[in-house]
């Protein structure tokens, strides 16, 4: 079955520090992932998939099979980086579906 | 921003009412999804869309129906709603597409039931 863990529920760190935010997955098929953000009382929108393997806002996410891990990293965090992110994975062979990690609130202090 | 828009954004409710949520796209995507969204829980699907009139469950369906009767619009429907029900609820669209197709989402319903 597929699932995707977000093992943080709240992370907080300084301005200018590293970030990671950890996800893992289970899926027997070939994985698709992306990493979503939901800014205060917003829809949530793409931040990046790792087909694209690129880097948006600052930051970067490498799939890594071995570990089943898709963690997101940003080597600087700013404070307008403050928001819920989600792990996702599409089935794209199980009706298109995505199923969502429970999130990880990142809160970045002034 | 993707074509989706959800009605209505907030609502209250008594318990045992019956309410029912549209989801509305402009996309003409093929695959349409009910999320709720609950601290502590992430997004969890509460049913799906593969085409019109072609719909299933999700993890966690019971209480809800949904009904496609045209591909613009997705209905979410509480047939008697309890306080468990009390979330925020999105909806979102998606193409078969390629391999890096993505899902858009609409702005959500924050549903209370009193």
């Known amino acids: 079955a597929q699932r995707v863990t977000q093992p943080e529920k709240l992370l907080s760190v300084f301005k200018g520090a590293p970030v990671e935010l950890k996800c893992n997955y289970s899926y027997s098929g070939s994985p698709e992932l992306f990493w979503y953000v939901q800014y205060s009382r917003q829809r949530l929108q793409l931040l990046l998939r790792h087909i694209s393997r690129e880097s948006i806002k600052g930051f970067t996410a490498d799939l890594n099979k071995g570990e089943t891990s898709f963690h997101l990293k940003k080597p600087f965090a700013q404070e307008e980086d403050s928001a819920m992110y989600y792990c996702a994975l599409r089935a794209q062979y199980n009706f298109n579906k995505f199923y969502f990690g429970s999130g990880t609130k990142l809160n970045v202090k002034p | 921003d993707a074509g989706i828009t959800q009605s209505p954004r907030h609502k209250v409710t008594e318990t045992g009412t019956p309410v029912t949520l549209r989801c509305h796209q402009t996309?003409?995507?093929?695959?349409m999804y009910w999320y709720r969204q609950d601290p502590g829980h992430g997004l969890r699907l509460i049913h799906y869309?593969?085409?019109?009139?072609?719909?299933d469950k999700g993890e966690v369906s019971d209480g809800y129906s949904v009904s496609r009767s045209k591909t613009e619009d997705f209905l979410l429907t509480l047939e008697s709603a309890t306080s468990s029900q009390t979330s925020v609820y999105f909806c979102a669209i998606s193409d078969r597409g390629g391999i890096n197709t993505e899902a858009f989402f609409g702005q959500g319903t924050r549903l209370t039931v009193v």
């Open positions: 869309s593969y085409g019109v009139k072609d719909t």
């Open positions: 996309e003409n995507h093929r695959y």
